[in-house]
Nanobody, 121 residues
Framework: QVQLVESGGGLVQPGGSLRLSCVASGTIFDINAMGWYRQAPGKQRELVANIRSGGSTNYADSVKGRFTISGNNAKTTVYLQMNSLKAEDTAVYYC???????????????WGQGTQVTVSS
């Protein structure tokens, strides 16, 4: 199985920055993609950004130019640098991975527990 552990959430003022980290561990054969989703109260979970094994990235329109996703060479850690934060960025942020666990026959989706990001003055 694959476990994802997030860190780096918290309270920040509008215009501030936060950096989220997510570490994947377990019996991993391969990771195809990692990324971040978020869910605000009363709203559906939405993609924030993801990064594929080849290095290509994808961002939600609402965060383009403000957020940057990156990963380590081993593809087991993903970061989300969030700058110029706005109140509407307030949400629980979930780490996501499409990974192939040893003993499995294909890739599966894995999720972290989530970390709260609150943007408020």
């Amino acid at each position: 199985q694959v476990q994802l552990v997030e860190s780096g959430g918290g309270l920040v003022q509008p215009g501030g920055s936060l950096r989220l980290s997510c570490v994947a561990s377990g019996t991993i054969f391969d990771i195809n993609a990692m990324g971040w989703y978020r869910q605000a109260p009363g709203k559906q979970r939405e993609l924030v950004a993801n990064i594929r094994s080849g290095g290509s990235t994808n961002y939600a329109d609402s965060v383009k130019g403000r957020f940057t996703i990156s990963g380590n060479n081993a593809k087991t850690t993903v970061y989300l640098q969030m700058n110029s934060l706005k109140a509407e960025d307030t949400a629980v942020y979930y780490c996501y991975s499409k990974a192939w666990a040893r003993g499995s026959t294909s890739y599966s989706d894995y999720w972290g527990q989530g970390t709260q990001v609150t943007v408020s003055s």
